[in-house]
């Protein structure tokens, strides 16, 4: 599908849907948005929500109809407003050692516990349970609402809400992320790319190694290429990146390939993760990751066997978030929170893509990234508290 429905907006009886923050994140916890399953009933719930104020919903599709976009200007329909931007999926659970149910939110010790919490339901929940002050107040520029799919497989879901945002309007002047950030702010991350590498080889006897090409071997040997890529990366640290590690990084977290000890392997598979520099191309670096397949390995399987080829597909490609000078965003979010320190992280966001189409967008939430992707994952009452903060500065702001 794909494609952008704006949906009016349902008549429900306003004191039904007034939620605490807390009310709220138990709500959104209790949906199971597993990546690799539907948001749908969670987006329904949130659509609903905004319609019992008069506020319509513009929903945006992957190929199956499973998984939708959502974004709603709450105010007036004019540019300069800014975006209230989370993701909807979280992590599977399976394999981890909860002491709870993970979607079903508990509290101990002043703390909140479950799926998303941290990683970002939280954020999504005090902008949500805000909506009735923001109805209240004379906004003069209008806050949108952005709650994505698929972030967590590649930041798949954004790249179609932000081109339907672009291409409807109105214009927003700043973009916050509400990634766990502490509510720092942070004006910077790495880019993220994942490519996958597929080997064709040809299957002999391992007696007979000689009349075979082994495509273990080759990717061993590409991926020995990715290692040493980074350590020749490590040399070349730029004195002045505020990032930890502090260079570009290739890694290989996948490989799989062979059926048995005494065949040569006829095909073998990898997964390379490329976390850049901000300022660095990820098209560059896939390019020199190509031209040392092309010319180094591939060449001399061929001559060996005809058949033999090596495949790379770009899986997903994030960009970086970059700082901006006297960047709309930032300076609003500095305004807001009073946190004048220059913070960055190396995980990506959908903030580089907001960026990308040209907003100006700054990454900050509540919550801290340690919990995130954690059995019992949880954030701090305190941290909600912060948030709550935040986002009654910025309707001030907008009035």
């Not at 060449?299 to 997903?316: D, H, Q, W």
Request: proline share 5%; charged share 25%; with cysteine.
């Amino acid at each position: 599908m794909g494609h952008g429905t704006r949906l009016p907006a349902l008549e429900y009886d306003l004191d039904a849907t007034r939620y605490s923050t807390e009310e709220m994140l138990a709500r959104l916890v209790g949906f199971p948005t597993v990546s690799d399953r539907s948001n749908l009933d969670l987006i329904d719930f949130v659509r609903a929500y905004l319609g019992g104020f008069g506020i319509a919903s513009e929903l945006t599709f992957d190929e199956t109809g499973e998984k939708a976009n959502l974004h709603a200007v709450i105010g007036p329909r004019v540019d300069g407003g800014v975006v209230l931007s989370g993701h909807t999926d979280v992590v599977p659970v399976a394999g981890q050692n909860w002491s709870g149910d993970p979607f079903e939110l508990t509290e101990r010790d002043g703390k909140l516990f479950g799926r998303g919490t941290a990683d970002m339901k939280s954020f999504a929940a005090i902008a949500l349970s805000h909506v009735p002050r923001m109805m209240a107040a004379n906004l003069k520029r209008p806050i949108h609402i952005a709650l994505s799919y698929d972030e967590e497989t590649g930041c798949l879901g954004a790249p179609r809400m932000i081109e339907a945002m672009m291409r409807e309007g109105p214009r927003p002047a700043a973009v916050i992320v509400g990634e766990p950030t502490s509510m720092k702010v942070v004006d910077s991350h790495k880019g993220t790319m994942l490519l996958r590498t597929t080997v064709t080889g040809k299957s002999v006897h391992s007696s007979q190694l000689n009349r075979g090409v082994s495509a273990i071997t080759a990717a061993a040997r590409i991926v020995a290429w990715l290692d040493g890529r980074t350590r020749a990366n490590i040399a070349e640290t730029p004195k002045d990146s505020p990032f930890d590690p502090p260079y570009t990084t290739l890694h290989c977290g996948v490989l799989e390939g062979g059926t048995a000890h005494n065949i040569v392997a006829r095909s073998a598979w990898f997964y390379t993760d490329v976390r850049s520099l901000p300022h660095e191309s990820q098209d560059e670096w896939q390019e020199r990751y190509e031209t040392f397949v092309r010319s180094e390995i591939e060449p001399e399987m061929k001559a060996r066997a005809a058949e033999a080829e090596i495949r790379i597909e770009r899986v997903s490609a994030v960009p970086g978030l970059q700082p901006e000078e006297n960047g709309a965003a930032e300076e609003l979010a500095r305004r807001l929170t009073g946190d004048n320190s220059r913070n960055v992280v190396v995980y990506g966001t959908e903030a580089g893509q907001f960026q990308a189409a040209g907003l100006s967008t700054i990454v900050c939430g509540p919550g801290s990234i340690d919990q995130a992707h954690q059995p019992d994952e949880f954030i701090e009452k305190a941290q909600l508290l912060a948030g709550e903060a935040f986002i009654r500065r910025l309707i001030g702001e907008l009035t």
